[in-house]
Nanobody, 118 residues
Framework: QVQLVESGGGLVQPGGSLRLSCAAS????????MAWYRQALGKERELVAV???????DYADSAKGRFTISRDNAKNTVYLQMNSLKPEDTAVYYC????????????WGQGTQVTVSS
């Protein structure tokens, strides 16, 4: 089992920044994949950004150029730096963990609310 603890959400004005963190514990082996998803009210959950243990990243079009995903393998922690936030970024952000790139097994964090509003 893997446990994920997220932090860093909150209320921010349009154009502002937030940094989300997600720490993984438990049966965390190397070669895992960590990602951030988000779900806005009334919408489906969508991928925001993903990073492999080697540091390969991919982003949703809506996140490119504004968000940066990174990780600290020694701490089993993934980060999401969000800049130039827009009201449409408002959502619950979820951390996702897969033990490897080749498994469908996944774990989810409890979610952290990000609200972008003036």
């Amino acid at each position: 089992q893997v446990q994920l603890v997220e932090s860093g959400g909150g209320l921010v004005q349009p154009g502002g920044s937030l940094r989300l963190s997600c720490a993984a514990s438990g049966r965390v082996f190397s070669n895992n994949v960590m990602a951030w998803y988000r779900q806005a009210l009334g919408k489906e959950r969508e991928l925001v950004a993903v990073i492999t243990s080697r540091g390969t990243t991919d982003y949703a079009d809506s996140a490119k150029g504004r968000f940066t995903i990174s990780r600290d393998n020694a701490k089993n922690t993934v980060y999401l730096q969000m800049n130039s936030l827009k009201p449409e970024d408002t959502a619950v952000y979820y951390c996702n963990f897969r033990p490897s790139e080749y498994t469908v097994t996944e774990y989810w964090g409890q979610g952290t609310q990000v609200t972008v509003s003036s």
